[in-house]
Protein backbone atom coordinates (compact mmCIF):
# COMPACT_ATOMS: atom_id res chain seq x y z
CA UNK A 1 0.00 0.00 0.00
CA UNK A 2 1.67 2.99 -1.41
CA UNK A 3 1.07 6.62 0.47
CA UNK A 4 1.15 9.71 -1.43
CA UNK A 5 1.85 13.55 0.43
CA UNK A 6 -0.02 16.24 -0.34
CA UNK A 7 -0.05 20.02 0.47
CA UNK A 8 -3.49 20.68 1.68
CA UNK A 9 -4.67 23.94 0.84
CA UNK A 10 -7.86 26.46 0.45
CA UNK A 11 -9.08 28.36 -2.40
CA UNK A 12 -12.38 29.94 -1.98
CA UNK A 13 -14.62 27.25 0.19
CA UNK A 14 -12.77 24.34 -1.40
CA UNK A 15 -9.91 22.34 -0.06
CA UNK A 16 -7.31 21.22 -2.20
CA UNK A 17 -3.99 19.25 -2.37
CA UNK A 18 -1.03 19.41 -5.06
CA UNK A 19 1.52 16.25 -4.96
CA UNK A 20 4.20 17.43 -2.57
CA UNK A 21 6.70 16.61 -4.90
CA UNK A 22 5.76 19.12 -7.22
CA UNK A 23 6.09 21.97 -4.90
CA UNK A 24 9.48 23.88 -4.30
CA UNK A 25 8.68 25.92 -1.48
CA UNK A 26 5.60 28.38 0.20
CA UNK A 27 6.09 32.23 0.28
CA UNK A 28 4.64 34.87 1.66
CA UNK A 29 2.66 36.73 -1.05
CA UNK A 30 5.19 40.11 -1.90
CA UNK A 31 4.76 42.80 -4.42
CA UNK A 32 4.21 41.88 -8.26
CA UNK A 33 5.33 43.21 -11.40
CA UNK A 34 2.53 44.14 -13.03
CA UNK A 35 2.18 43.24 -16.84
CA UNK A 36 -0.59 45.29 -19.26
CA UNK A 37 -2.68 43.15 -21.21
CA UNK A 38 -2.05 39.54 -19.39
CA UNK A 39 -4.99 37.31 -18.64
CA UNK A 40 -6.75 38.59 -15.50
CA UNK A 41 -5.80 35.15 -14.02
CA UNK A 42 -1.67 36.05 -13.72
CA UNK A 43 -1.13 38.18 -10.88
CA UNK A 44 2.58 39.40 -12.72
CA UNK A 45 6.09 38.37 -12.16
CA UNK A 46 7.81 38.30 -8.91
CA UNK A 47 11.89 37.99 -8.16
CA UNK A 48 12.43 34.76 -6.54
CA UNK A 49 16.33 34.88 -5.64
CA UNK A 50 17.28 35.83 -9.21
CA UNK A 51 14.87 33.63 -10.88
CA UNK A 52 11.59 35.65 -12.42
CA UNK A 53 8.35 33.15 -11.51
CA UNK A 54 4.97 33.63 -13.38
CA UNK A 55 2.30 33.96 -10.28
CA UNK A 56 -1.53 32.81 -11.35
CA UNK A 57 -4.40 34.03 -8.74
CA UNK A 58 -5.49 30.24 -8.32
CA UNK A 59 -8.66 31.80 -7.14
CA UNK A 60 -9.30 33.67 -10.67
CA UNK A 61 -7.86 31.20 -12.69
CA UNK A 62 -10.66 28.60 -11.31
CA UNK A 63 -13.37 31.00 -12.11
CA UNK A 64 -14.06 31.74 -8.41
CA UNK A 65 -15.02 35.40 -7.65
CA UNK A 66 -12.52 37.54 -6.56
CA UNK A 67 -10.99 38.02 -2.95
CA UNK A 68 -8.01 40.48 -1.67
CA UNK A 69 -4.87 38.84 -0.01
CA UNK A 70 -4.93 38.67 3.34
CA UNK A 71 -2.29 37.79 6.05
CA UNK A 72 -3.12 33.65 5.15
CA UNK A 73 -2.66 34.23 1.65
CA UNK A 74 0.29 32.68 0.25
CA UNK A 75 2.25 31.63 -3.24
CA UNK A 76 2.95 27.84 -3.65
CA UNK A 77 6.07 27.20 -5.75
CA UNK A 78 5.32 24.17 -7.97
CA UNK A 79 7.48 22.38 -10.98
CA UNK A 80 5.61 23.10 -13.94
CA UNK A 81 7.13 20.77 -17.18
CA UNK A 82 10.45 22.78 -17.27
CA UNK A 83 9.90 25.78 -15.39
CA UNK A 84 8.59 27.03 -11.64
CA UNK A 85 5.65 28.91 -11.65
CA UNK A 86 3.46 30.32 -8.36
CA UNK A 87 -0.32 29.91 -7.54
CA UNK A 88 -1.92 32.63 -4.88
CA UNK A 89 -3.68 30.74 -2.89
CA UNK A 90 -6.21 31.47 0.35
CA UNK A 91 -4.46 29.28 3.17
CA UNK A 92 -2.60 26.59 3.41
CA UNK A 93 -2.90 24.21 5.97
CA UNK A 94 -0.89 20.96 6.40
CA UNK A 95 0.75 18.11 4.28
CA UNK A 96 -1.26 15.11 4.63
CA UNK A 97 -0.82 11.62 3.60
CA UNK A 98 -3.20 9.40 1.81
CA UNK A 99 -2.85 5.80 0.93
CA UNK A 100 -3.40 5.03 -3.02
CA UNK A 101 -6.74 3.36 -2.36
CA UNK A 102 -8.18 6.66 -1.02
CA UNK A 103 -7.78 8.37 -3.95
CA UNK A 104 -10.55 8.40 -6.08
CA UNK A 105 -11.23 9.90 -10.04
CA UNK A 106 -12.82 13.20 -9.82
CA UNK A 107 -16.68 12.35 -9.91
CA UNK A 108 -19.03 13.83 -12.27
CA UNK A 109 -21.40 15.69 -9.44
CA UNK A 110 -18.06 18.34 -8.85
CA UNK A 111 -18.86 21.69 -10.33
CA UNK A 112 -17.94 24.86 -10.42
CA UNK A 113 -14.93 25.35 -12.51
CA UNK A 114 -13.38 23.28 -15.19
CA UNK A 115 -12.94 19.50 -14.16
CA UNK A 116 -9.79 19.64 -16.16
CA UNK A 117 -8.00 21.38 -13.18
CA UNK A 118 -8.71 18.02 -11.29
CA UNK A 119 -7.00 14.76 -11.23
CA UNK A 120 -8.90 13.16 -8.83
CA UNK A 121 -10.10 13.35 -5.07
CA UNK A 122 -8.95 12.33 -2.18
CA UNK A 123 -10.38 11.16 1.00
CA UNK A 124 -9.11 12.40 4.20
CA UNK A 125 -10.58 11.28 7.59
CA UNK A 126 -14.65 12.89 6.91
CA UNK A 127 -13.13 15.25 4.19
CA UNK A 128 -13.07 15.13 0.58
CA UNK A 129 -10.02 16.98 -0.96
CA UNK A 130 -9.47 18.13 -4.46
CA UNK A 131 -6.24 17.04 -5.92
CA UNK A 132 -5.46 19.54 -8.40
CA UNK A 133 -3.62 18.84 -11.51
CA UNK A 134 -0.59 20.87 -12.54
CA UNK A 135 -0.22 19.43 -16.08
CA UNK A 136 -3.66 20.95 -17.30
CA UNK A 137 -3.78 24.09 -15.20
CA UNK A 138 -2.19 25.80 -18.34
CA UNK A 139 -3.42 24.80 -21.92
CA UNK A 140 -0.57 24.80 -24.88
CA UNK A 141 -1.03 27.89 -25.82
CA UNK A 142 -1.28 29.47 -21.91
CA UNK A 143 2.12 27.71 -21.68
CA UNK A 144 3.82 29.64 -24.28
CA UNK A 145 2.62 32.77 -23.78
CA UNK A 146 4.04 32.41 -20.55
CA UNK A 147 7.24 31.21 -21.34
CA UNK A 148 7.30 34.56 -24.15
CA UNK A 149 5.86 36.97 -21.33
CA UNK A 150 8.54 35.86 -18.82
CA UNK A 151 11.36 36.08 -21.72
CA UNK A 152 10.22 39.83 -22.53
CA UNK A 153 9.78 40.94 -18.83
CA UNK A 154 12.68 39.17 -17.11
CA UNK A 155 15.25 42.32 -17.35
CA UNK A 156 12.61 44.22 -15.85
CA UNK A 157 11.37 41.68 -12.87
CA UNK A 158 15.18 41.85 -12.27
CA UNK A 159 15.68 45.45 -11.82
CA UNK A 160 13.11 46.02 -9.72
CA UNK A 161 13.82 44.18 -6.44
Not at 28 to 50: A, H, S, W
Not at 94 to 102: N, T
Amino acid sequence: MAIRQFVKFRVGDEEFGVDIRQVREINKLQEFFKVPTTPPFIEGLINLRGKVLTVFNLRKRLGMPDKDFDENSKIIVVSYKDFLVGFTVDMVSEIVKVPDEDIEDTPPSITGFERRFLSGVAKVGEKLILMLDLENVLSPDEENDIKEFIDENKDSVLEQQ
